[in-house]
């Protein structure tokens, strides 16, 4: 299969997943490293279903997952990268604001991505060297300098030992740009960089499940996705830090951030 045509295998399959999630019954949440890193029957489930289509699609295909720790070779000829709900808290919460979200990689680069937020039914997508896509049409980073924007973050809940670094850079961002909005979800905050809602994301620790289709949209569309320094981001499954934004403001939120 082609990247395009697997880049289509993940939409469907989302499409089909996002079902689980519409009219969610007795959401039972656990507790998975502290109280707010929560996983539902809904995270499995939809992980199941996700696995189970790429599966049928691209037979032998690898996975680097989530839940149920399926963590895969990262360098492996064919790799899914799934988060099935990213955003569980909004999800538990019913707050509306979550995603499903699958990057495609092969020897280590992704080569396709999509994200779907079925609660507005908007889904993005990106195929390597072909552009990002909302619902089919083209979408770009917005080019505006940093202070016309609003900017999103993140703040790393599961890692308390960041929260007055990332509030300070909140804070930042507050004074530099139109405001900021804390919205819960990485893949859809990566989306609102791509599709130019927002100026810039960013977040002190994430995982690459978090951020693997959305990196690949927002390049895509024309940004640049690198660690809160401006270093490369790493291909190792750790967590770390998260900038997306245009390249001149990405240049602009790290002489901020100094």
Known sequence: MSPREICAAIQTAEWDAAKLMRQPHDILAESKTDHRDLVTQYDRAVQELLMERLSA???GARFFCEENDRHDDLQAEHLFIIDPIDGTMNFVRRLNHSAISVAYTRFGRVEAAAVYNPYVDEMFSAVRGEGAFLNGKPIHVDPAPLGETVICFGSAP?????????????????????????QGSAALDLCSVAAGRAGAYFELSISLWDYAAGALIVSEAGGQVTRVDGSPLPWTGAKTSVLAAEAGKAAEFLEMAK
């Open 158 to 182: 599961y890692n308390p030992e960041l929260t007055e670094r990332t509030f300070e850079l909140a804070r930042r961002s507050y004074l530099t740009g139109l405001d900021v909005r804390r």
């Open 57 to 59: 699609a691209l037979p």
